[in-house]
Every structure is written in C-alpha cells, then in structure tokens.
C-alpha cells in the first residue's frame, strides 16, 4: 500500500530541531514531557500488557514485540519500551534529535534503531509493527488523516496505536499555550498552535477515517497543587490519550 509523503510541516520540525539538545534534562524546555512521562507510560504499559496478554510484572515483559516510536524525540518513550525487552525503532523528522537520542541510549546500553525518517518513508518500505507511539505528534503534521492512514499501514494486524495530542477548547488555550509558553515558560512561545488541536470526537473520526477501530481514551490531568499528573476517566479536557486496534 502506497502512502502520502508529505505529512510532515517543516516549521514544526524546526521547532523541535532547536530544542533538540535539551531533551533529557529535566528542567529544560521539555520539562512538561518529563512530568507526564511517568503517567503516559503508565497508560502505555498497561494498554499493551492488555492488548498482548504480557504480564508487567515479569521482566522483559515487551519481548517479541516490535514498537515503533514516531516523533521519537530524544528518546524518553522509546527507552522505557527497550528495557522492557522490545525491538524498538524510533523515529523523527527532526534530523537533530537523532545523535541526542542515540547517545543517551548508548549511555544506559540499550539497542535502539533510532532514525531520521518519516511515518509514511517507513510504511512505504513495507515495515509493520505490534504497536505505534504516536504521542503528542499529530497536532504538529500537515495532515493528520494522511498521517494516520500512514500509522494503520505500519501496524501488523491485530496491532495497537497509542496516540496523545492536546483538546481544542478554551481551558486548552490558557493551559496549553497561555500557561506553559508565557507564564510558566516550561515550552518556547510558539511551541504549539491552537488551530491544529484536536478535540477526542474529531481524532477519533480521524482514526476511523484511517481504517482503525477506536477501543479506549483517557484524560491526562494536571493538579497544580500536587504539581503532578493523573488518568481520568471524563476529563479530557486538554491532554488526552487513545488506544486503538488494526482488525485481523
């Protein structure tokens, strides 16, 4: 199956390409990453243990399973997944997250594919996967349906999307952009645009349009007293993660 080529909008890309360097510290600009990470991969584990029948409580509780990490980053998903035991392959646009991700790999000797290429460069080349992390990604792409069909072509069938990415409401705009660009200054301005958020109902229109069935989403929330992040249920107000399937 041929995919679209031209997801990718370079002006995100630059975006990351600047921050690049900063991605493991944890006080740096992707501080707010570094705080949900607990709770993402929280969901992560959880969803593929129960989609694959994997006890989390054994070690290399991944193995056998082929992740692919899109919009890798510096590696703070990817990594969790290698020591879990899976084969992992991360992958970004932005070719200076690259060398960042692979040194601090090398660094906790864990063997992970990193590479500067495209979800749709990938599925092109007839790869699959048992899962795809597509988080905080799709507010960033061109096109977020083309990115998605791209997604369903690199999953096996029977395989997991995980995909996270911001509400589109005012209560998003003032934590999203207001909160954490200009006052809390945990991201540079300009980091996100409000105009590529998506609300649940749309992303999961979208995920139907790419030929996945939906089976789950949850609210990542923030408590400011507690300064920490937690699952919900019911709100998705602004962050907020969805799993879903590839039929057999």
């Known amino acids: ?13 630059a975006k990351f390409e600047a921050m690049a360097t900063e991605w493991w510290d944890p006080n740096g600009k992707f501080k707010p990453l570094h705080m949900l990470n607990p709770c993402r991969l929280d969901y992560i584990t959880r969803q593929i243990g ?4 994997r006890d989390l409580t054994q070690d290399l509780a991944f193995a056998g399973l082929r992740i692919l990490d899109i919009g890798c980053g510096g590696g703070l998903l990817s990594e969790p997944m290698a020591r879990l035991g899976a084969t992992v392959v991360g992958a970004d646009a932005a070719a200076g997250n690259i060398p960042v991700a692979q040194v601090h790999a090398q660094a906790q000797d864990l063997a992970i594919d990193y590479r500067h290429t495209t979800a ?15 988080m905080e990604v799709v507010e960033h792409v061109a096109d977020p349906q083309g990115f998605l069909r791209a997604c369903h072509s690199l999953l096996k069938p029977g395989g997991l999307m995980l995909c996270s990415t911001i509400n589109r409401n005012p209560k998003s705009f003032m934590m999203a952009i207001v909160g954490a660009e200009h006052i809390m200054r945990w991201l540079p301005k300009g980091t996100h645009e409000f105009s590529k958020f998506i609300t649940p109902d749309e992303l999961y229109k979208l995920i139907e349009g790419a030929n996945l069935s939906p089976v789950d989403r949850k ?12 699952l919900s249920d019911k709100d998705l107000s602004v962050n907020y993660v969805t799993a879903s399937v590839k039929p057999d």
């Open 219 to 230: 609210g990542f929330v923030f408590n400011p007293i507690l300064w920490t992040w937690s």
């Open 1 to 13: 199956m041929e995919t679209a080529t031209n997801t990718i909008d370079p002006n995100e890309v």
């Open 120 to 134: 749709e460069a990938i599925a092109d080349a007839g790869e699959t996967f048992d899962v795809v992390l597509n």
């Open 50 to 53: 129960a989609e694959f029948d």
